[in-house]
């Protein structure tokens, strides 16, 4: 299935990958189906693609790349909502902001977006996070180990 974008240009995606969020997303409320497009460019940040708006794509990223010791507080009505699964099956990701001075990346630490990986139901959860900056967590040192991390096993691998 081609789907048009904003950022990516025509793409296609495998309509059997499309997320539904019943309730959408924060201030994009109307909008329910989104695919994951994934960039060689910006990896390990992904893109969170309405499928039905070209110009919405938000920044995503799995929130313990950037703060291993994040802890989720999900509640059984919020798993409910989307099909109750079991922990493996369930992807948790966060929206980033990603600014001109990427050094001022942040993510959301306070919000994630949980998604069934078996029946691609998804949703954005509120929660009460109890961290400083929680909202916008600063994310560029944790991504400098990200990537420090995989320069160090590529050059192990090489051995």
Request: proline letters at 7%; a negative charge.
């Given at each position: 299935?081609?789907?048009?974008?904003?950022?990516?240009?025509?793409?296609?995606?495998?309509?059997?990958?499309?997320?539904?969020?019943?309730?959408?997303?924060?201030?994009?409320?109307?909008?329910?189906?989104?695919?994951?497009?994934?960039?060689?460019?910006?990896?390990?940040?992904?893109?969170?693609?309405?499928?039905?708006?070209?110009?919405?794509?938000?920044?995503?990223?799995?929130?313990?790349?950037?703060?291993?010791?994040?802890?989720?507080?999900?509640?059984?009505?919020?798993?409910?909502?989307?099909?109750?699964?079991a922990s493996e099956d369930?992807?948790?990701?966060?929206?980033?902001?990603?600014?001109?001075?990427?050094?001022?990346?942040?993510?959301?630490?306070?919000a994630p977006i949980l998604?069934?990986?078996?029946?691609?139901?998804?949703?954005?959860?509120?929660?009460?996070?109890?961290?400083?900056?929680?909202?916008?967590?600063?994310?560029?040192?944790?991504?400098?180990?990200?990537?420090?991390?995989?320069?160090?096993?590529?050059?192990?691998?090489?051995?």
């Amino acid at each position: 299935m081609m789907i048009e974008t904003g950022r990516f240009g025509r793409t296609e995606i495998d309509p059997e990958s499309i997320l539904t969020f019943t309730e959408g997303l924060l201030g994009f409320e109307e909008l329910h189906r989104f695919a994951i497009i994934l960039s060689n460019n910006t990896e390990p940040i992904q893109w969170l693609q309405a499928v039905d708006d070209p110009m919405v794509s938000l920044p995503i990223i799995n929130p313990f790349l950037i703060k291993p010791d994040y802890e989720l507080d999900v509640d059984d009505a919020e798993l409910g909502s989307i099909g109750n699964p079991a922990s493996e099956d369930v992807l948790v990701v966060s929206v980033t902001v990603i600014p001109e001075d990427i050094r001022q990346m942040t993510v959301n630490l306070s919000a994630p977006i949980l998604i069934n990986l078996k029946n691609r139901r998804a949703r954005q959860i509120i929660m009460e996070y109890n961290q400083p900056n929680s909202i916008r967590y600063p994310a560029f040192a944790g991504l400098v180990s990200y990537y420090q991390e995989l320069e160090k096993a590529e050059t192990e691998d090489q051995k």
